[in-house]
Protein backbone atom coordinates (compact mmCIF):
# COMPACT_ATOMS: atom_id res chain seq x y z
CA UNK A 1 0.00 0.00 0.00
CA UNK A 2 1.30 3.02 -1.32
CA UNK A 3 1.40 6.10 2.11
CA UNK A 4 1.70 9.77 2.05
CA UNK A 5 5.44 9.63 1.50
CA UNK A 6 5.67 6.72 -0.88
CA UNK A 7 4.25 7.67 -4.35
CA UNK A 8 1.61 5.38 -6.36
CA UNK A 9 3.10 2.78 -8.66
CA UNK A 10 1.28 5.41 -11.02
CA UNK A 11 3.44 8.62 -10.62
CA UNK A 12 6.95 6.57 -9.19
CA UNK A 13 9.85 7.74 -11.02
CA UNK A 14 11.75 11.07 -12.10
CA UNK A 15 8.19 13.25 -11.80
CA UNK A 16 6.54 14.34 -8.52
CA UNK A 17 3.62 12.75 -7.38
CA UNK A 18 0.79 15.38 -8.03
CA UNK A 19 2.28 15.99 -11.64
CA UNK A 20 -0.60 14.04 -13.89
CA UNK A 21 -2.32 13.68 -10.20
CA UNK A 22 -6.23 13.19 -10.26
CA UNK A 23 -7.49 14.99 -6.71
CA UNK A 24 -10.83 14.44 -4.96
CA UNK A 25 -12.76 17.32 -4.05
CA UNK A 26 -14.75 16.98 -0.76
CA UNK A 27 -16.76 19.97 0.36
CA UNK A 28 -17.01 19.00 4.35
CA UNK A 29 -20.57 20.40 5.28
CA UNK A 30 -22.02 17.61 2.20
CA UNK A 31 -20.01 14.63 2.34
CA UNK A 32 -21.12 12.56 5.73
CA UNK A 33 -22.45 13.76 9.21
CA UNK A 34 -21.21 11.36 11.91
CA UNK A 35 -23.37 13.33 14.87
CA UNK A 36 -26.70 13.62 13.23
CA UNK A 37 -26.69 17.40 13.40
CA UNK A 38 -27.77 18.05 9.56
CA UNK A 39 -24.28 18.72 8.50
CA UNK A 40 -20.86 16.88 7.48
CA UNK A 41 -17.89 16.54 9.50
CA UNK A 42 -14.22 15.66 9.85
CA UNK A 43 -15.43 12.40 11.21
CA UNK A 44 -17.76 11.10 8.77
CA UNK A 45 -15.41 12.20 5.85
CA UNK A 46 -12.87 9.63 7.83
CA UNK A 47 -15.68 7.13 8.11
CA UNK A 48 -16.06 7.61 3.92
CA UNK A 49 -12.44 7.33 2.33
CA UNK A 50 -12.60 3.76 1.68
CA UNK A 51 -14.90 5.02 -1.15
CA UNK A 52 -12.58 7.85 -2.27
CA UNK A 53 -9.50 5.64 -2.03
CA UNK A 54 -11.21 2.62 -4.43
CA UNK A 55 -11.72 5.28 -7.26
CA UNK A 56 -8.29 5.37 -7.87
CA UNK A 57 -7.56 8.77 -6.95
CA UNK A 58 -4.21 10.54 -5.65
CA UNK A 59 -5.47 13.01 -3.23
CA UNK A 60 -8.25 14.50 -1.37
CA UNK A 61 -8.76 17.96 -1.16
CA UNK A 62 -10.91 19.33 1.61
CA UNK A 63 -12.46 22.51 1.28
CA UNK A 64 -12.45 24.95 4.46
CA UNK A 65 -13.12 23.20 7.69
CA UNK A 66 -11.97 26.20 10.16
CA UNK A 67 -13.40 28.18 12.73
CA UNK A 68 -15.96 30.74 10.99
CA UNK A 69 -19.36 32.11 12.05
CA UNK A 70 -20.09 30.60 8.15
CA UNK A 71 -21.93 34.13 7.00
CA UNK A 72 -19.61 32.32 3.66
CA UNK A 73 -19.67 28.65 4.74
CA UNK A 74 -15.83 28.41 5.83
CA UNK A 75 -14.76 30.78 3.23
CA UNK A 76 -14.65 33.61 5.96
CA UNK A 77 -12.50 32.17 8.35
CA UNK A 78 -12.31 33.35 12.14
CA UNK A 79 -8.95 31.33 13.12
CA UNK A 80 -6.83 29.97 10.68
CA UNK A 81 -4.98 27.17 13.07
CA UNK A 82 -7.94 25.49 14.45
CA UNK A 83 -11.41 23.74 13.36
CA UNK A 84 -14.70 24.38 13.57
CA UNK A 85 -16.92 22.55 16.22
CA UNK A 86 -19.62 21.78 13.53
CA UNK A 87 -17.11 19.91 11.63
CA UNK A 88 -14.84 18.59 14.57
CA UNK A 89 -11.72 19.29 16.57
CA UNK A 90 -7.97 19.34 15.49
CA UNK A 91 -8.09 15.29 16.71
CA UNK A 92 -10.53 14.68 14.29
CA UNK A 93 -8.45 16.29 11.78
CA UNK A 94 -5.26 14.32 12.63
CA UNK A 95 -7.80 10.83 12.04
CA UNK A 96 -8.69 12.26 9.00
CA UNK A 97 -5.16 12.68 7.36
CA UNK A 98 -4.15 9.22 9.61
CA UNK A 99 -6.04 7.23 7.96
CA UNK A 100 -5.86 9.06 4.00
CA UNK A 101 -1.93 8.31 4.47
CA UNK A 102 -2.80 4.76 5.45
CA UNK A 103 -5.03 4.63 2.06
CA UNK A 104 -2.10 5.88 0.05
CA UNK A 105 -4.10 8.87 -0.14
CA UNK A 106 -2.83 12.62 -0.21
CA UNK A 107 -4.34 15.11 2.12
CA UNK A 108 -4.82 18.93 0.57
CA UNK A 109 -6.55 21.51 2.37
CA UNK A 110 -7.90 25.49 1.34
CA UNK A 111 -6.01 28.10 2.68
CA UNK A 112 -7.95 31.49 2.21
CA UNK A 113 -5.92 34.44 2.38
CA UNK A 114 -6.98 37.29 0.65
CA UNK A 115 -9.61 38.18 3.87
CA UNK A 116 -10.72 36.74 6.79
CA UNK A 117 -13.99 36.83 9.17
CA UNK A 118 -14.90 39.94 10.86
CA UNK A 119 -14.86 37.85 13.95
CA UNK A 120 -11.02 36.77 13.56
CA UNK A 121 -8.83 38.53 16.53
CA UNK A 122 -6.90 40.12 14.12
CA UNK A 123 -9.74 42.58 12.80
CA UNK A 124 -11.21 42.85 16.49
CA UNK A 125 -7.82 44.85 17.41
CA UNK A 126 -7.26 46.49 13.93
CA UNK A 127 -10.60 48.23 13.81
CA UNK A 128 -10.12 49.55 17.64
CA UNK A 129 -7.65 52.51 16.70
CA UNK A 130 -5.13 53.60 14.05
CA UNK A 131 -2.57 53.11 16.16
CA UNK A 132 -2.71 49.45 17.69
CA UNK A 133 -0.33 46.53 16.43
CA UNK A 134 -2.54 45.47 13.50
CA UNK A 135 -3.74 48.62 12.54
CA UNK A 136 -2.45 47.99 9.21
CA UNK A 137 -3.13 43.74 8.78
CA UNK A 138 -6.72 45.13 6.66
CA UNK A 139 -7.65 47.84 3.62
CA UNK A 140 -8.40 50.73 5.45
CA UNK A 141 -8.82 54.04 4.27
CA UNK A 142 -10.48 57.26 4.97
CA UNK A 143 -13.59 58.68 3.29
CA UNK A 144 -13.97 61.16 0.28
CA UNK A 145 -14.71 64.84 1.41
CA UNK A 146 -17.98 64.25 0.87
CA UNK A 147 -18.04 61.36 2.57
CA UNK A 148 -18.79 58.43 0.14
CA UNK A 149 -16.11 55.31 -0.16
CA UNK A 150 -12.30 55.72 -1.25
CA UNK A 151 -12.92 54.52 -4.39
CA UNK A 152 -15.52 53.01 -7.15
CA UNK A 153 -14.47 49.39 -6.09
CA UNK A 154 -17.17 46.50 -6.33
CA UNK A 155 -17.88 43.79 -4.14
CA UNK A 156 -18.28 40.05 -6.18
CA UNK A 157 -21.36 39.56 -4.05
CA UNK A 158 -23.26 43.03 -4.89
CA UNK A 159 -23.13 46.54 -3.85
CA UNK A 160 -20.15 48.72 -2.92
CA UNK A 161 -16.67 46.89 -1.27
CA UNK A 162 -16.02 49.19 1.48
CA UNK A 163 -18.02 49.59 4.63
CA UNK A 164 -17.89 52.37 6.73
CA UNK A 165 -16.51 51.54 10.27
CA UNK A 166 -17.51 54.29 13.57
CA UNK A 167 -14.67 52.57 15.30
CA UNK A 168 -11.65 53.78 13.56
CA UNK A 169 -14.09 56.70 11.50
CA UNK A 170 -12.69 54.52 8.23
CA UNK A 171 -13.68 52.87 5.52
CA UNK A 172 -12.44 48.86 5.04
CA UNK A 173 -12.01 46.81 2.17
CA UNK A 174 -14.28 43.57 1.73
CA UNK A 175 -13.84 42.19 -1.68
CA UNK A 176 -16.72 39.91 -0.96
CA UNK A 177 -18.93 39.83 1.80
CA UNK A 178 -18.70 43.05 4.16
CA UNK A 179 -18.35 40.39 6.81
CA UNK A 180 -15.09 39.34 5.38
CA UNK A 181 -12.80 42.28 5.50
CA UNK A 182 -9.66 42.24 3.15
CA UNK A 183 -6.26 40.99 4.40
CA UNK A 184 -3.75 44.00 3.44
CA UNK A 185 -1.47 41.67 1.88
CA UNK A 186 1.27 44.10 1.46
CA UNK A 187 2.17 44.47 5.20
CA UNK A 188 5.11 42.04 5.85
CA UNK A 189 3.50 40.83 9.47
CA UNK A 190 0.36 39.71 7.73
CA UNK A 191 2.77 37.65 5.31
CA UNK A 192 4.74 36.29 7.91
CA UNK A 193 1.00 35.26 10.27
CA UNK A 194 -0.10 33.47 6.91
CA UNK A 195 3.06 31.62 6.35
CA UNK A 196 2.87 30.81 10.21
CA UNK A 197 -0.36 29.38 9.35
CA UNK A 198 0.73 27.24 6.69
CA UNK A 199 3.47 25.89 8.49
CA UNK A 200 0.59 24.97 11.93
CA UNK A 201 -1.05 22.69 8.71
CA UNK A 202 2.10 21.67 6.91
CA UNK A 203 3.34 20.10 11.12
CA UNK A 204 0.19 18.02 11.20
CA UNK A 205 0.69 16.11 7.98
CA UNK A 206 -0.95 17.72 5.14
CA UNK A 207 0.42 17.45 1.49
CA UNK A 208 -0.68 20.52 0.00
CA UNK A 209 -2.75 23.38 -0.03
CA UNK A 210 -5.95 24.85 -2.98
CA UNK A 211 -5.34 28.44 -2.41
CA UNK A 212 -8.48 30.44 -2.91
CA UNK A 213 -9.10 33.65 -4.44
CA UNK A 214 -5.22 34.16 -4.94
CA UNK A 215 -5.50 36.77 -6.90
CA UNK A 216 -7.31 39.13 -4.68
CA UNK A 217 -4.51 38.91 -1.88
CA UNK A 218 -3.58 42.24 -2.87
CA UNK A 219 -4.71 45.71 -4.16
CA UNK A 220 -3.83 48.85 -5.57
CA UNK A 221 -2.26 51.32 -2.49
CA UNK A 222 -3.70 54.16 -4.15
CA UNK A 223 -6.78 52.95 -4.50
CA UNK A 224 -7.19 54.31 -7.73
CA UNK A 225 -10.84 53.65 -9.23
CA UNK A 226 -11.36 50.89 -10.85
CA UNK A 227 -12.21 51.88 -15.22
CA UNK A 228 -15.73 50.73 -16.74
CA UNK A 229 -15.81 47.45 -18.57
CA UNK A 230 -16.43 47.44 -22.35
CA UNK A 231 -19.91 46.79 -23.37
CA UNK A 232 -21.41 43.30 -23.32
CA UNK A 233 -24.21 41.08 -24.34
CA UNK A 234 -23.72 38.99 -21.51
CA UNK A 235 -26.49 39.93 -18.93
CA UNK A 236 -24.72 41.77 -15.83
CA UNK A 237 -26.58 40.43 -12.72
CA UNK A 238 -23.74 42.21 -9.95
CA UNK A 239 -21.93 45.88 -10.09
CA UNK A 240 -19.07 44.03 -9.69
CA UNK A 241 -19.94 43.24 -13.50
CA UNK A 242 -19.16 46.75 -14.77
CA UNK A 243 -16.04 47.09 -14.00
CA UNK A 244 -12.55 45.92 -15.40
CA UNK A 245 -10.91 44.73 -11.91
CA UNK A 246 -7.28 45.69 -12.42
CA UNK A 247 -6.78 48.12 -9.13
CA UNK A 248 -8.58 45.64 -6.40
CA UNK A 249 -6.89 43.03 -7.33
CA UNK A 250 -4.13 41.59 -9.04
CA UNK A 251 -1.64 43.66 -7.87
CA UNK A 252 2.13 42.96 -9.16
CA UNK A 253 4.04 42.16 -5.87
CA UNK A 254 1.30 38.65 -5.63
CA UNK A 255 4.30 36.73 -7.10
CA UNK A 256 6.94 37.90 -4.79
CA UNK A 257 4.76 36.47 -1.52
CA UNK A 258 3.90 33.12 -3.74
CA UNK A 259 8.01 32.61 -3.48
CA UNK A 260 7.51 32.62 -0.08
CA UNK A 261 4.84 30.42 0.13
CA UNK A 262 6.77 28.11 -2.24
CA UNK A 263 10.17 28.63 -0.18
CA UNK A 264 8.03 27.12 2.78
CA UNK A 265 6.89 24.46 1.40
CA UNK A 266 9.74 23.15 -0.66
CA UNK A 267 11.18 22.94 3.22
CA UNK A 268 8.71 20.14 3.66
CA UNK A 269 8.67 16.98 1.94
CA UNK A 270 6.72 16.50 -1.58
CA UNK A 271 4.50 19.63 -1.12
CA UNK A 272 1.54 20.38 -4.15
CA UNK A 273 0.08 23.62 -4.20
CA UNK A 274 -1.97 25.12 -6.98
CA UNK A 275 -3.75 28.14 -7.42
CA UNK A 276 -7.59 29.29 -7.76
CA UNK A 277 -7.33 32.00 -10.24
CA UNK A 278 -10.41 33.77 -11.92
CA UNK A 279 -11.02 37.13 -13.74
CA UNK A 280 -10.19 38.44 -16.97
CA UNK A 281 -7.14 38.40 -16.89
CA UNK A 282 -6.68 34.66 -15.56
CA UNK A 283 -4.50 32.70 -17.81
CA UNK A 284 -1.57 35.78 -17.43
CA UNK A 285 -1.91 35.51 -13.49
CA UNK A 286 -1.50 31.99 -13.61
CA UNK A 287 1.33 31.60 -15.55
CA UNK A 288 2.73 34.13 -13.15
CA UNK A 289 1.42 32.35 -10.13
CA UNK A 290 3.35 29.30 -11.58
CA UNK A 291 6.41 30.17 -13.35
CA UNK A 292 9.77 28.61 -13.01
CA UNK A 293 10.36 26.43 -9.89
CA UNK A 294 10.35 29.00 -7.16
CA UNK A 295 6.20 29.75 -7.37
CA UNK A 296 3.16 27.44 -6.74
CA UNK A 297 3.34 24.17 -8.66
CA UNK A 298 -0.22 24.73 -10.26
CA UNK A 299 -3.36 26.80 -11.21
CA UNK A 300 -6.37 26.24 -12.21
CA UNK A 301 -9.05 28.81 -13.22
CA UNK A 302 -12.47 28.66 -14.67
CA UNK A 303 -12.64 27.63 -17.79
CA UNK A 304 -14.68 25.15 -17.65
CA UNK A 305 -16.18 25.63 -14.63
CA UNK A 306 -18.46 28.99 -15.93
CA UNK A 307 -18.79 27.48 -19.44
CA UNK A 308 -21.52 27.32 -21.18
CA UNK A 309 -20.95 25.01 -23.26
CA UNK A 310 -18.78 21.97 -23.82
CA UNK A 311 -16.98 23.20 -27.12
CA UNK A 312 -13.90 21.06 -29.12
CA UNK A 313 -12.36 24.85 -29.66
CA UNK A 314 -13.45 25.35 -25.63
CA UNK A 315 -10.81 22.35 -24.77
CA UNK A 316 -8.10 23.26 -27.52
CA UNK A 317 -7.95 26.71 -26.22
CA UNK A 318 -7.65 25.60 -22.94
CA UNK A 319 -4.67 23.44 -23.02
CA UNK A 320 -3.56 25.65 -25.63
CA UNK A 321 -2.70 28.24 -23.00
CA UNK A 322 -0.03 25.77 -21.40
CA UNK A 323 2.52 24.83 -23.65
CA UNK A 324 5.07 22.13 -22.47
CA UNK A 325 7.79 24.52 -22.54
CA UNK A 326 10.32 25.58 -20.42
CA UNK A 327 9.02 27.99 -17.51
CA UNK A 328 5.86 27.24 -17.77
CA UNK A 329 3.66 26.37 -15.08
CA UNK A 330 1.62 22.64 -15.05
CA UNK A 331 -1.92 23.14 -14.92
CA UNK A 332 -4.74 21.95 -13.19
CA UNK A 333 -8.83 21.31 -14.91
CA UNK A 334 -11.92 21.20 -12.97
CA UNK A 335 -15.52 20.90 -14.56
CA UNK A 336 -16.75 21.34 -11.46
CA UNK A 337 -16.45 22.27 -8.19
CA UNK A 338 -18.00 23.91 -4.78
CA UNK A 339 -18.70 27.28 -6.65
CA UNK A 340 -20.08 26.04 -9.97
CA UNK A 341 -22.82 24.06 -10.96
CA UNK A 342 -22.90 20.60 -11.81
CA UNK A 343 -21.51 20.09 -15.81
CA UNK A 344 -23.99 17.38 -16.89
CA UNK A 345 -26.92 20.16 -16.57
CA UNK A 346 -24.82 22.61 -18.09
CA UNK A 347 -23.42 21.13 -20.76
CA UNK A 348 -26.08 18.75 -21.89
CA UNK A 349 -30.20 18.05 -22.93
CA UNK A 350 -31.84 15.82 -20.48
CA UNK A 351 -32.14 12.71 -22.88
CA UNK A 352 -28.23 12.25 -23.19
CA UNK A 353 -27.14 13.15 -20.05
CA UNK A 354 -25.97 9.09 -19.34
CA UNK A 355 -23.68 9.11 -21.86
CA UNK A 356 -22.49 12.58 -22.13
CA UNK A 357 -21.70 12.01 -18.32
CA UNK A 358 -19.19 9.45 -19.27
CA UNK A 359 -17.80 11.16 -22.00
CA UNK A 360 -17.46 14.06 -19.88
CA UNK A 361 -15.10 11.92 -17.46
CA UNK A 362 -12.78 10.39 -19.92
CA UNK A 363 -12.36 13.81 -21.57
CA UNK A 364 -11.24 15.40 -17.80
CA UNK A 365 -8.92 12.39 -18.10
CA UNK A 366 -7.07 12.90 -21.12
CA UNK A 367 -6.33 16.38 -20.57
CA UNK A 368 -2.87 17.52 -19.76
CA UNK A 369 -2.77 18.36 -16.37
CA UNK A 370 -4.11 17.30 -13.14
CA UNK A 371 -7.83 16.21 -12.97
CA UNK A 372 -10.11 17.53 -10.19
CA UNK A 373 -13.10 16.10 -9.93
CA UNK A 374 -16.11 17.09 -7.28
CA UNK A 375 -17.41 14.82 -4.82
CA UNK A 376 -19.94 13.19 -6.80
CA UNK A 377 -19.08 13.61 -10.06
CA UNK A 378 -18.10 9.80 -10.08
CA UNK A 379 -21.74 9.03 -9.29
CA UNK A 380 -23.25 11.71 -12.23
CA UNK A 381 -24.75 13.49 -9.80
CA UNK A 382 -27.21 16.24 -11.46
CA UNK A 383 -27.63 20.29 -10.47
CA UNK A 384 -30.50 20.04 -7.87
CA UNK A 385 -33.30 23.09 -8.06
CA UNK A 386 -33.05 24.60 -4.60
CA UNK A 387 -36.29 27.10 -3.91
CA UNK A 388 -35.84 30.39 -2.53
CA UNK A 389 -36.80 29.54 0.99
CA UNK A 390 -33.90 26.87 1.21
CA UNK A 391 -30.94 28.66 -0.17
CA UNK A 392 -28.09 29.03 2.00
CA UNK A 393 -25.88 30.79 -0.33
CA UNK A 394 -25.11 34.58 0.25
CA UNK A 395 -25.10 35.35 -3.59
CA UNK A 396 -27.45 33.79 -4.88
CA UNK A 397 -30.07 35.16 -2.10
CA UNK A 398 -28.39 38.70 -2.85
CA UNK A 399 -28.99 38.41 -6.97
CA UNK A 400 -32.29 36.00 -6.76
CA UNK A 401 -32.87 34.84 -9.38
CA UNK A 402 -30.25 35.93 -12.33
CA UNK A 403 -27.37 33.91 -10.20
CA UNK A 404 -27.35 30.37 -10.28
CA UNK A 405 -27.50 29.00 -6.71
CA UNK A 406 -24.41 27.15 -5.51
CA UNK A 407 -26.12 25.46 -3.50
CA UNK A 408 -27.35 23.47 -6.00
CA UNK A 409 -23.92 21.63 -6.58
CA UNK A 410 -23.67 21.31 -2.74
CA UNK A 411 -26.46 19.33 -1.77
CA UNK A 412 -25.24 16.42 0.49
CA UNK A 413 -23.72 12.79 -1.33
CA UNK A 414 -25.98 10.12 -1.92
CA UNK A 415 -24.97 6.69 -0.02
CA UNK A 416 -27.71 4.80 0.54
CA UNK A 417 -30.69 4.89 -2.57
CA UNK A 418 -33.50 3.76 0.05
CA UNK A 419 -32.73 5.77 3.40
CA UNK A 420 -34.64 8.76 4.10
CA UNK A 421 -31.61 10.73 4.53
CA UNK A 422 -29.67 9.08 1.65
CA UNK A 423 -27.46 7.62 4.08
CA UNK A 424 -25.94 11.01 4.45
CA UNK A 425 -26.54 10.92 8.27
CA UNK A 426 -28.67 13.05 9.45
CA UNK A 427 -32.91 13.20 9.43
CA UNK A 428 -33.16 16.72 8.08
CA UNK A 429 -29.57 17.44 6.37
CA UNK A 430 -28.81 21.63 5.58
CA UNK A 431 -29.71 20.61 2.10
CA UNK A 432 -32.35 18.52 0.59
CA UNK A 433 -30.47 15.89 -1.28
CA UNK A 434 -32.89 15.92 -4.54
CA UNK A 435 -34.45 12.50 -5.58
CA UNK A 436 -32.74 12.00 -9.16
CA UNK A 437 -29.50 12.20 -6.83
CA UNK A 438 -30.41 9.79 -4.50
CA UNK A 439 -30.91 7.40 -7.11
CA UNK A 440 -27.39 7.64 -7.90
CA UNK A 441 -26.58 6.62 -4.43
CA UNK A 442 -23.51 4.49 -3.81
CA UNK A 443 -24.62 1.26 -2.90
CA UNK A 444 -26.34 1.27 -5.70
CA UNK A 445 -23.46 2.09 -8.33
CA UNK A 446 -21.42 0.11 -6.25
CA UNK A 447 -23.33 -3.47 -7.50
CA UNK A 448 -23.73 -2.42 -11.17
CA UNK A 449 -20.83 -3.26 -13.25
CA UNK A 450 -22.05 -0.83 -16.06
CA UNK A 451 -22.67 2.21 -13.36
CA UNK A 452 -21.34 5.82 -13.45
CA UNK A 453 -19.15 4.67 -10.56
CA UNK A 454 -17.36 2.05 -12.10
CA UNK A 455 -16.92 3.54 -15.43
CA UNK A 456 -15.17 6.53 -13.25
CA UNK A 457 -12.72 3.36 -11.39
CA UNK A 458 -11.57 2.16 -15.04
CA UNK A 459 -11.25 6.03 -16.75
CA UNK A 460 -8.95 6.36 -13.53
CA UNK A 461 -7.16 3.05 -14.29
CA UNK A 462 -7.07 4.09 -18.06
CA UNK A 463 -5.00 7.54 -17.09
CA UNK A 464 -2.47 5.99 -14.50
CA UNK A 465 -1.75 2.94 -16.92
CA UNK A 466 -1.01 5.38 -19.72
CA UNK A 467 2.03 7.93 -19.30
CA UNK A 468 0.87 9.60 -22.32
CA UNK A 469 -2.20 10.48 -20.82
CA UNK A 470 -1.22 11.50 -16.93
CA UNK A 471 2.19 13.18 -18.12
CA UNK A 472 2.63 13.43 -21.96
CA UNK A 473 2.83 16.33 -24.26
CA UNK A 474 -0.21 17.86 -26.48
CA UNK A 475 0.97 17.13 -29.82
CA UNK A 476 -1.95 18.73 -31.39
CA UNK A 477 -5.10 19.79 -30.46
CA UNK A 478 -7.95 19.77 -33.61
CA UNK A 479 -11.82 21.00 -33.20
CA UNK A 480 -13.62 19.11 -36.31
CA UNK A 481 -17.05 20.62 -35.89
CA UNK A 482 -18.14 18.66 -32.67
CA UNK A 483 -15.58 16.71 -33.20
CA UNK A 484 -12.01 16.78 -30.60
CA UNK A 485 -9.27 15.52 -31.93
CA UNK A 486 -6.54 15.25 -29.21
CA UNK A 487 -3.07 13.50 -29.63
CA UNK A 488 -0.81 13.23 -26.86
CA UNK A 489 2.63 11.56 -26.12
CA UNK A 490 5.02 10.60 -23.78
CA UNK A 491 7.27 7.76 -22.25
CA UNK A 492 7.41 6.82 -25.78
CA UNK A 493 3.94 6.20 -26.13
CA UNK A 494 1.32 8.07 -28.08
CA UNK A 495 -2.11 8.09 -27.93
CA UNK A 496 -5.08 9.84 -30.00
CA UNK A 497 -8.19 10.54 -28.69
CA UNK A 498 -11.32 11.42 -30.57
CA UNK A 499 -13.86 13.32 -28.79
CA UNK A 500 -17.73 13.32 -30.52
CA UNK A 501 -19.15 16.58 -28.23
CA UNK A 502 -22.53 16.58 -30.36
CA UNK A 503 -25.38 14.71 -30.43
CA UNK A 504 -25.43 13.39 -33.84
CA UNK A 505 -23.41 10.64 -34.96
CA UNK A 506 -19.81 11.75 -36.31
CA UNK A 507 -18.52 8.91 -39.16
CA UNK A 508 -14.77 8.31 -39.10
CA UNK A 509 -12.18 7.63 -41.82
CA UNK A 510 -8.98 5.45 -41.90
CA UNK A 511 -8.69 6.23 -38.10
CA UNK A 512 -5.76 3.65 -37.24
CA UNK A 513 -3.91 2.76 -33.76
CA UNK A 514 -5.01 0.16 -30.92
CA UNK A 515 -7.90 0.81 -29.48
CA UNK A 516 -7.36 1.06 -25.78
CA UNK A 517 -10.81 2.20 -24.41
CA UNK A 518 -14.24 3.06 -26.63
CA UNK A 519 -16.98 5.31 -25.18
CA UNK A 520 -21.13 5.05 -25.50
CA UNK A 521 -20.04 2.16 -28.56
CA UNK A 522 -17.70 3.91 -30.98
CA UNK A 523 -15.65 2.15 -33.63
CA UNK A 524 -13.31 3.07 -35.91
CA UNK A 525 -16.06 3.59 -38.02
CA UNK A 526 -17.95 5.87 -36.55
CA UNK A 527 -18.61 7.96 -33.01
CA UNK A 528 -22.15 8.23 -31.86
CA UNK A 529 -23.80 10.84 -29.90
CA UNK A 530 -21.05 11.82 -27.49
CA UNK A 531 -18.84 8.82 -28.58
CA UNK A 532 -14.92 8.63 -27.60
CA UNK A 533 -12.08 6.47 -28.74
CA UNK A 534 -8.32 6.31 -26.69
CA UNK A 535 -6.42 4.58 -29.51
CA UNK A 536 -2.55 3.97 -29.08
CA UNK A 537 -0.76 4.49 -32.04
Known amino acids: MATA ?17 TIYQIYPRSFMDSNGDGVGDLPGITSRLDHVASLGVDAIWVSPFFTSPMNDYGYDVADYCDVDPLFGTLDDFDALVARAHALGLRVLIDQVYSHTSDAHPWFAESRQSKANDKADWYVWADAKPDGSPPSNWQSVFGGPAWTWDARRGQYYMHNFLNSQPQINGHNPDVQEALLGAMRFWLDRGVDGFRIDALNFLMH ?7 PPAPPSNKQRTRPFDFQKRVHNQSHADIPAFIARIRALTDSYDAIFTVAEVGGDEAEAEMKAFTSGE ?6 YGFNF ?8 GLV ?10 DGVGWPSWAFENHDAPRAISRWCAPEHKQAFARLKMLLLMSL ?27 EAIANWPLTLSRDGVRTPMPWEA ?19 NQAKAVDVQEQDTASMLAYTKDVIALRNAMPALSG ?19 AGQTVRCLFNLGATTIPLHDVRGTIRHATNHATPDALPPYGALILEL
Do not use: K
Not at 220 to 226: E, S
Not at 294 to 299: G, K
Not at 305 to 312: G, H
Open 316 to 325: CGALAQWPEE
Open 294 to 299: EHLNSA
Open 418 to 436: TSADAGFGAAEPWLPVGAD
Open 5 to 21: NTPSAAHAGAQPWWRGA
Open 472 to 490: GAVQSCTPQGEMLDLTRSG
Open 368 to 394: RGNAILFQGEELGLEQVDIPFDQLHDP
Open 305 to 312: LYADQLTP
Open 220 to 226: DPQLRDN
